[in-house]
């Protein structure tokens, strides 16, 4: 059999006219790949992506019988192609709805937030020293956040946002308020955007996997994840890369997706059982119907008519199960605070005891029910 290294240069070295398919290469060893790295280096040939923790290299692949010779290889683990990824906003869904400002915006705390009962909550906690990331199109600049950090995992650039999905589930988490308003489930975490999705809300599983890997080494508590593959896909990479921060004691918030009922399938990364799958709940505390259904499903949040924080220190209006997942992810912060190194599996447990179940809903639907955070912090 050829050596791994002069595989990889057959299938990344062809010309550039040829074909050019992302495929992320995961090998077995961390020798094998340093090995491939420096031998793709010494080839001129520039990997999209390196992630050493996942032992993985993004390439673009072209020639096809190489490639089936590497996938071969003793030491390749896997090869699948670099999936895309997307917000679970629904699009086109607030066209309508009007940027509001701070006079604007609706005075005491927001419906959603007072449905979830995090105000009775915060006489006990509101999330202080626990790291919260966003992994979604990164964080804007806002009167009402508190950005501690970041990192962008497209191009290594800025971490703002320039989409605003990922700056309006950031203020569900933690925003701060004005003039003694708390918009945010948790306004004292420890706010940190991971920017993977691009201005279109979408992005490649490289860099949610990048981004993962960064929120691994930076000590989150609590990562928040309002995307999703399509339906039809799944990936095994970004899977074991849930796996290692799970293990690593993140408890990972996942939204359902917004596919509604009709294939009883939630999406990935929602799917996985490390994470809490969160479905989207209305004003009148009924399922939406846009929220996926399905096995998995650990809990509901409110995800339809939501205020929260948007670019250029607006708000604004978004449904989708994006909007319901960091409802969650803001009551795992406030169970954390509470009851320090607490594991996801004991958090995500909480959560569910804690919950109200909604009338006339299956589980299938709504999981535990309708989160209620007040309960969860009861010893």
Not at 214 to 238: A, D, P, T, Y
Not at 272 to 277: C, L, N, P, S
Not at 281 to 298: C, E, F, L, M, V
Request: net charge positive.
């Amino acid at each position: 059999m050829p050596k791994l290294e002069a595989l990889f240069q057959q299938c990344a070295g062809c010309k550039p006219s040829s074909p050019r398919i992302r495929q992320l290469v995961t090998l077995s060893t961390q020798a094998s790949y340093k090995r491939c790295i420096a031998q793709l280096k010494a080839a001129g040939i520039k990997p999209f992506k390196t992630v050493w923790s996942s032992k993985m290299i993004g390439l673009h692949l072209t020639n096809i019988g190489a490639l089936r010779s590497l996938a071969a290889h003793p030491q390749v683990k896997r090869i699948e192609k670099d999936l895309k990824i997307r917000a679970h906003g629904l699009r086109g869904h607030n066209r309508s709805a009007p940027l509001l400002t701070a006079a604007t915006l609706p005075a005491l705390v927001t419906w959603n937030i007072n449905r979830v009962r995090a105000p009775l909550a915060w006489k006990t906690t509101q999330g202080k020293a626990i790291r919260v990331a966003i992994i979604d199109t990164g964080i804007a600049k806002h009167p009402d956040l508190s950005i501690a950090g970041g990192v962008n995992t497209i191009n290594g650039g800025s971490y703002a946002d320039d989409n605003g999905h990922g700056t309006h589930v950031a203020g569900i988490v933690a925003g701060h308020g004005r003039s003694g308003k708390r918009i945010g489930a948790a306004p004292k975490v420890e706010l940190y955007a991971v920017k993977a999705l691009d201005q279109n809300g979408e992005g490649f599983v490289s860099d949610i996997i990048e981004g993962i890997d960064w929120c691994i080494k930076k000590r989150m508590h609590v990562i928040n994840m309002s995307f999703g593959l399509l339906q039809s896909e799944s990936s095994k990479s970004l899977h074991a890369a849930i796996k290692r921060a799970y293990r690593s004691g993140i408890v990972i918030v996942a939204s359902a997706g917004n596919s509604g009922s009709a294939n009883g399938v939630l999406d990935e990364p929602a799917s996985y059982q490390e994470t809490i799958a969160v479905a989207a709940s209305t004003r009148t505390n009924q399922i939406a119907d846009y929220s996926s259904k399905g096995k998995g499903i650990a809990v509901t949040a409110p995800g339809s008519d939501i205020y929260s924080t948007w670019l250029k220190g607006a708000y604004q209006v978004q449904s989708g199960t994006s909007m319901a997942a960091p409802h969650v992810t803001g009551g795992a912060a406030l169970l954390l605070a509470a009851r320090k190194g607490a594991a996801p599996s004991a958090v995500s447990s909480s959560l569910q005891k804690s919950a109200l179940r909604l009338k006339d809903t299956g589980k299938l639907r709504q999981g535990a029910g309708l989160i209620q955070l007040n309960r969860l912090l009861v010893k």
